[in-house]
Nanobody, 113 residues
Framework: QVQLVESGGGLVQPGGSLRLSCAAS????????MSWFRQAPGKERELVAR????????NYADSVKGRFTISRDNAKRLVYLQMTGLKAEDTAVYYC??????WGRGTQVTVSS
């Protein structure tokens, strides 16, 4: 059974940082690209960042380039999203997604003073 479990969300002030983690199980993690998406209230879910199966290719939404970094540890079956310079518009539920075809339940990130 494919399972993705996100953690690391929370409340942070503008300009602050958070690191999200996604723990994967139930599939050959190292064979699949992984992505982070987010969905703000009243908005569609959007792709934030994607990383190739070996970590050698990374893509980011224009809105987060230079502030967010996606990485993965294939030995630990983890994918990370390091977020810095957070803005109020980054407030959303952040979801982990595997190209294997499964979503996590999400973790809430709220950026507010």
């Amino acid at each position: 059974q494919v399972q993705l479990v996100e953690s690391g969300g929370g409340l942070v002030q503008p300009g602050g940082s958070l690191r999200l983690s996604c723990a994967a199980s139930g599939f050959t993690f190292s064979s699949y690209p992984m992505s982070w998406f987010r969905q703000a209230p009243g908005k569609e879910r959007e792709l934030v960042a994607r990383i190739g199966s070996t970590g050698d290719s990374r893509n980011y939404a224009d809105s987060v380039k230079g502030r967010f970094t996606i990485s993965r540890d294939n030995a630990k079956r983890l994918v990370y999203l390091q977020m810095t310079g957070l803005k109020a518009e980054d407030t959303a539920v952040y979801y982990c997604y595997t190209a294997r075809g499964a979503w996590g339940r999400g973790t809430q990130v709220t950026v507010s003073s």
